[in-house]
Structure formats: structure tokens, C-alpha cells
């Protein structure tokens, strides 16, 4: 199968966050194709893969990129394709990336996940494939079924061992 997702980076540096969402799609057996694109480096190639992107069967794109972040804006402008944007943010950054995905012109939509927030651009991402695949729709019910799950399981817990012993 070809990949429906795209996830692209403005750097392989980045690729310790956008990792995260690879291992989501994997969990949810979504194809995918992973790609470092620089917005600054490689405009010449960010702009080939967005123009491209519909056309060769991708469905959903996350864009990734810290700092001076244009990929995921300008992968935006340049795709009729839903793009998320993950701003990736390091300890020696302030929050430029996450400001410059948020502050679009009116027209061109980008759905901006939170700081490093790679795992639930890829769950974004399955919504929105699961909105025309059925079999993806029920593992996201099932998905959000587990989480309900766990939790219930966790104050069961914390309630039985009294929260000293449980945090010990
Ligand atoms: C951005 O600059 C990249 O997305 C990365 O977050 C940051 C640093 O890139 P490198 O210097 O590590 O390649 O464009």
C-alpha cells in the first residue's frame, strides 16, 4: 500500500519529536512516508513534495520544524491536502515556532498541535482518514475505549492503595 500520511521535517535533528508520530500510524497500521524538508534549505523541494503531495495518494501531511518555522505554513499554502503543524520546541527556545503556525493569513488553514506535540497530530491525522474508512473509524472508538480504561483502572488503584502508597 502507498502511504496516505505525510510527515515531513524541517531537519533530521527534528526527527526525535516527529518520531512519535511515525509510532502512532504504526499502532494504528496507517501508511505513511517520512521526509526531512526544509522550508529554508530546500525550498525548490518543499514546494515539488507540496504540490505533489495530493496527486501521489497522501491524504493528511504533519509538517515538523523548530525555531524560524515555515515548513508547516508554506507546505499550507502550497496543498489543497489538511496540514498539521507541530511546533517543535527545544529548552534553548522561546515559543517562535508554535507563534508563527498560529498567526495564518486568512485562507490558509493550519491546524496547529501543541509544542512537540508529534503523537497527537498523528492521532488528528487518523480522524480524519477514519471519517471515510470504516475499519479505521472502529479502532479509533476502540482506542478511546482503552483510555477510558486505563483511567478508570488508575483511580481503582489510587483509591484501593490510598495516594502515599501509591505514588511510593
Ligand atoms: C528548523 O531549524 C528545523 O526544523 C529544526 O527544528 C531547526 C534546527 O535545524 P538543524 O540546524 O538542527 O538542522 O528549520
Given at each position: 500500500?502507498?502511504?496516505?500520511?505525510?510527515?515531513?521535517?524541517?531537519?533530521?535533528?527534528?526527527?526525535?519529536?516527529?518520531?512519535?508520530?511515525?509510532?502512532?500510524?504504526?499502532?494504528?497500521?496507517?501508511?505513511y512516508e517520512?521526509?526531512?524538508?526544509?522550508?529554508?534549505?530546500?525550498?525548490?523541494?518543499?514546494?515539488?513534495?507540496?504540490?505533489?503531495?495530493?496527486?501521489?495518494?497522501?491524504?493528511?501531511?504533519?509538517?515538523?520544524?523548530?525555531?524560524s518555522a515555515?515548513?508547516?505554513?508554506?507546505?499550507?499554502?502550497?496543498?489543497?491536502?489538511?496540514?498539521?503543524?507541530?511546533?517543535?520546541?527545544?529548552?534553548?527556545?522561546?515559543?517562535?515556532?508554535?507563534?508563527?503556525?498560529?498567526?495564518?493569513?486568512?485562507?490558509?488553514?493550519?491546524?496547529?498541535?501543541?509544542?512537540?506535540?508529534?503523537?497527537?497530530?498523528?492521532?488528528?491525522?487518523?480522524?480524519?482518514?477514519?471519517?471515510?474508512?470504516?475499519?479505521?473509524?472502529?479502532?479509533?472508538?476502540?482506542?478511546?475505549?482503552?483510555l477510558h480504561?486505563?483511567?478508570?483502572?488508575?483511580?481503582?488503584?489510587?483509591?484501593?492503595?490510598?495516594?502515599?502508597?501509591?505514588?511510593?
Amino acid at each position: 500500500m502507498s502511504a496516505v500520511v505525510g510527515i515531513i521535517m524541517g531537519s533530521d535533528s527534528d526527527l526525535d519529536v516527529m518520531s512519535e508520530a511515525a509510532k502512532v500510524l504504526d499502532d494504528f497500521g496507517v501508511e505513511y512516508e517520512v521526509r526531512v524538508v526544509s522550508a529554508h534549505r530546500t525550498p525548490d523541494v518543499m514546494s515539488e513534495y507540496s504540490k505533489t503531495a495530493a496527486s501521489r495518494g497522501l491524504k493528511v501531511i504533519i509538517a515538523g520544524a523548530g525555531g524560524s518555522a515555515h515548513l508547516p505554513g508554506m507546505t499550507a499554502s502550497e496543498t489543497s491536502l489538511p496540514v498539521l503543524a507541530v511546533p517543535v520546541k527545544r529548552d534553548h527556545h522561546d515559543h517562535e515556532a508554535l507563534w508563527s503556525s498560529i498567526k495564518m493569513p486568512p485562507g490558509i488553514p493550519l491546524a496547529t498541535m501543541p509544542e512537540n506535540g508529534a503523537g497527537n497530530a498523528a492521532l488528528q491525522a487518523v480522524r480524519i482518514l477514519a471519517l471515510s474508512d470504516e475499519s479505521l473509524s472502529q479502532k479509533v472508538i476502540d482506542f478511546h475505549a482503552a483510555l477510558h480504561d486505563s483511567v478508570i483502572a488508575k483511580d481503582q488503584d489510587l483509591r484501593s492503595k490510598g495516594w502515599k502508597n501509591y505514588v511510593g
